[in-house]
């Protein structure tokens, strides 16, 4: 029988599809990227190493609290923590909200970390309820990521979130490598 991650890091999500978010070398915080003279405002923690990457978004975000976020996401890639095909499930936790300047810098660093790259095949995102403007925003997030080519989708069932992902990462074509 297949193992199911449960409780506040996994929802139900089969363990062949995540890594495991216990495991401390598979963890990056944005907690760990000081950016500015303020505090950061919202954070991101990522379990990569599965063909799922397990994400969890505390928001609201201001831009100290994003360009942590675009840091940590960077380190991600630099660690090549990341298999060749892999989508993400990034559960969303108090608030979506973000200012306009931290939205266009969330964009910049998608396009930076993922423009011709290792991007992923498809970001589901999971409100666990009640998530602050999290229907109100989805257009926002959803823009950033079709910039880059990765499709994306909002959802509050953690069952439809995981048979989308599941879906795509099965119909995606394989990644061409990237040039270098």
């Known amino acids: 029988m297949l193992g199911i991650l449960t409780g506040a890091r996994g929802q139900g999500i089969p363990l062949e599809w995540v890594a495991m978010p216990n495991s401390p070398d598979a963890s990056i915080h944005s907690k760990h990227y000081p950016t500015g003279k303020f505090p950061a405002h919202g ?7 599965g063909s799922v990457v397990t994400v969890h978004a505390h928001g609201p975000f201001n831009l100290e609290g994003v360009l942590a976020v675009n840091r940590a996401r960077q380190e991600v890639i630099t660690r090549k923590l990341l298999p060749a095909r892999y989508a993400h499930i990034t559960h969303c936790f108090n608030s979506m909200l973000i200012s306009p300047e931290a939205l266009a810098a969330y964009r910049e660093g998608l396009v930076s970390a ?4 290792h991007a992923p095949l498809a970001v589901a995102w999971l409100a666990h309820d009640p998530v602050e403007g999290f229907d109100l925003l989805a257009p926002q997030y959803q823009a950033g990521f079709a910039a880059v080519g990765v499709p994306s989708r909002f959802f509050h069932d953690p069952e439809q979130a995981e048979a989308w992902i599941r879906q795509m990462l099965q119909e995606a074509p394989d990644p061409q490598p990237a040039s270098v």
């Open 114 to 117: 993922y423009s011709g790259k």
């Open 43 to 49: 954070s991101m923690e990522v379990w990569a190493g």
